[in-house]
């Protein structure tokens, strides 16, 4: 029988980090989108904020199968893994929903076109594996080594 022990960090730790995360990838977005004579500064804040959803929001994602589904599954490492890839995908589909009902309601963002809400989910799970792989490298318990 496997016993998990709840995650938990300060939450000020935890905006502190995933607050880095908006500012720097909101930066890089806001350049990739050009100013159109604006500057990309001026697009910089509107994509900071978007970015708050995977980053903030995707680290509730991951508390929340660390603390409340993964106790209730079973351990086996299959199970672990395969339940673990669907909450980061239908956690990443909700997010890309905030991100666009965000990005509309603020009406700084054209969306030309819309991907598909799996675009979301298939990109979290992108992001969480390079995440969880930073982790692994670094000695921290992760995904990769079943202790994270």
Same mark, same amino acid.
């Given at each position: ?5 709840? @995650? ?14 908006? #500012? &720097?990838?909101?930066? /890089? !977005? ?8 604006? *500057?990309? /500064? ?6 900071? !904020? $978007? ?13 929340? +199968? !660390?603390?409340? &589904? ?7 490492? *299959? ?6 890839? $669907? ?6 589909? %909700? $997010?890309?929903? *905030? &991100?666009? !009902? ?14 598909? $809400? %799996?675009? *979301?989910?298939? =990109?979290? /799970? =992108?992001?969480? #594996?390079?995440?969880? +792989?930073? #982790?692994? &490298? ?5 995904? @990769?080594?079943?202790?994270?």
């Amino acid at each position: 029988d496997v016993r998990w022990v709840p @995650y938990r960090e300060s939450l000020w730790v935890t905006v502190a980090r995933t607050g880095m995360i908006a #500012l &720097v990838v909101g930066a /890089v !977005l806001a350049w990739r989108w050009g100013g159109h004579g604006r *500057g990309w /500064v001026g697009r910089w804040p509107m994509a900071a !904020l $978007l970015v708050v959803w995977p980053a903030f929001g995707g680290h509730w994602v991951e508390v929340f +199968f !660390l603390n409340w &589904v993964r106790p209730r599954i079973s351990g086996a490492r *299959g199970v672990q893994v395969g339940v673990r890839v $669907l909450a980061w995908f239908f956690g990443g589909v %909700g $997010l890309a929903v *905030g &991100v666009w !009902l965000t990005a509309r309601w603020l009406g700084g963002v054209r969306v030309r076109w819309w991907p598909g $809400l %799996g675009v *979301g989910g298939v =990109g979290f /799970v =992108g992001v969480e #594996l390079v995440a969880h +792989f930073v #982790l692994w &490298v670094r000695g921290r318990a992760s995904f @990769y080594d079943g202790r994270g």
